[in-house]
């Protein structure tokens, strides 16, 4: 009489050591799950366990694999960038120096102006890249600048001023650099872009009570309430998809990591009025002396 119970056994051990030779040799479909309490039983049950776990482990090294390629790709492409974006800042300044003289000698004595600007706006953003504070005046030199060359680019489009406070040392005062030009530039070409002549832009810079303010304020298109509620969410928020609205969010992000808080850049506008763009610090403070 046949003995059905060995007979399952020698068939369930013969489809284990074939299961073990399968995943010995990385293929981890399993053909049979058996159930019982058996020592053949707690063998598959342990083979299943470890078929699962090696299967973690591979999907893990798998996705590891993909994200170290995909570092390697973007740290290629920042090198990339970055080789093709240095250029030596004495070709860079000698070139400007002899289209500047060029200029100059052919009688167009405006475009040598702009190019001599051009120059010193290069220079100051080469020699303050990476550094932690400049001086106030500096930084307003800067912005002048710019706003000369945009002058000479758009006619009667608009004018500028620059009004500082009693009170206020801009050779004494020290700010983190490249936060006005960026917000000048967004006044002028956003605030006054339906404007074609008589737009202003003006800076303001004064004490008032416990605070200490810079206004850039431009008498454009201002916006509306839902257009504004809208960008000051977006300089709150950070959103790589997004094209606009960078630039405020990146000055935003510096001055509250510097200077802490979260309320150190406001806008204020209003549709048909204009637009202003408020930095603020505390006036006992001040902007920080440099360290």
């Known amino acids: 009489m046949w003995n059905t119970d060995r007979l399952l056994t020698d068939y369930h051990r013969d489809l284990l050591e074939s299961d073990n030779s399968r995943v010995s040799n990385e293929d981890y479909e399993i053909d049979v799950t058996v159930s019982g309490q058996d020592e053949v039983s707690e063998a598959f049950a342990d083979l299943e366990v470890m078929v699962k776990r090696i299967e973690q482990k591979d999907a893990q090294m798998y ?6 390629k995909e570092l390697v790709n973007k740290q290629q492409e920042m090198e990339f960038k970055m ?15 002899t289209i500047r003289m060029k200029a100059f000698t052919a009688g167009d004595r405006e475009a040598a102006r702009a190019i001599k600007l051009l120059g010193k706006s290069l220079r100051y953003v080469l020699d303050n890249t990476g550094t932690k504070l400049t001086a106030l005046d500096k930084e307003l030199e800067h912005v002048e600048n710019y706003l000369v060359i945009q002058k000479l680019r758009f006619g009667e489009k608009f004018d500028s001023f620059i009004d500082i406070g009693e009170g206020v040392e801009t050779k004494e005062l020290f700010i983190l650099p490249l936060i006005l030009q960026p917000i000048v530039e967004n006044a002028l070409l956003h605030g006054l872009e339906e404007t074609e002549s008589g737009g202003e832009i003006r800076l303001s810079l004064y004490r008032k009570e416990v605070f200490f ?22 300089i709150d928020v950070k959103d790589m998809g997004r094209s606009k609205s960078i630039g405020l969010y990146n ?3 510096r001055l509250n990591l510097y200077y802490g808080g979260s309320r150190n850049l406001r806008i204020y506008s209003e549709y048909g009025k204009g637009t202003t763009v408020r930095l603020t610090f505390f006036a006992d403070k001040g902007l920080p002396q440099r360290d």
Do not use: W
Request: hydrophobic share 35%.
């Open 63 to 68: 996705e590891a694999r993909i994200k170290e």
């Open 83 to 97: 080789l093709a974006s240095q250029i030596n800042p004495h070709f860079l300044y000698n070139t400007l120096e």
């Open 213 to 234: 303010f810079i206004d850039v304020t431009d008498n454009g298109c201002g916006m509306t309430a839902e257009a504004l509620e809208e960008l000051r969410r977006n």
């Open 251 to 253: 000055i935003n992000q």
